[in-house]
């Protein structure tokens, strides 16, 4: 059974990776290739950008809902106590970790957080995977900030609870 798509509407905060989270401006019709197609305006704070997303398929561009203040306990969990297997040989870690990272998903991302700073801790990151773990606090404390109107570094010092702040 096809999963019924999700509309969204004037105000409504949502995530589109990579931009990290915006809100919904409303919807306008743009030609494109002498066709009328219907898009999501999506507007980011904190810079002039803005999206358009096709109304037809928001998900097929990553567009997805913000974390509501009640997911966000959740997925500072799972940034304490997630696990994942992450494949030992760097070339395949780091397609599964740019995958990852590319998703947008926060529950994944945290999950990634998590096992990151385990690594971390057990043998040290090489660079690049250092890189992916700043990335992915970036994206985290990002959506947490602006789903609970604080500041970025307000949501870091949520996160860092039960962290090692080496990494920071």
Known sequence: MKEAQKTYKHGDQVVLPPYGVGVVAGTTVRTVAGTDHHYYEVEFPNGTSKAFVPVAAPQAAGLRPALTKAEVHK??????????????????????????????????????????????????????????????????????????????????????????????
């Open 75 to 168: 997925v500072l969990e799972r940034l304490s106590n997630g696990r994942i297997n992450l494949p030992k040989q760097w070339a395949a870690r780091h397609r599964r970790v740019t995958e990852i990272l590319s998703s947008g998903d926060p529950y994944q991302i945290a999950t990634l957080g998590s096992e990151l700073r385990r690594w971390d801790l057990e043998r040290g990151l090489p660079d690049l995977d250092r890189q992916a773990y700043r990335r992915a606090l970036r994206l985290l404390a990002g959506e947490i900030s602006a789903v609970l109107g604080i500041t970025p570094k307000e949501a870091r010092e949520m996160m860092d609870a039960g962290e090692d702040d080496e990494l920071n």
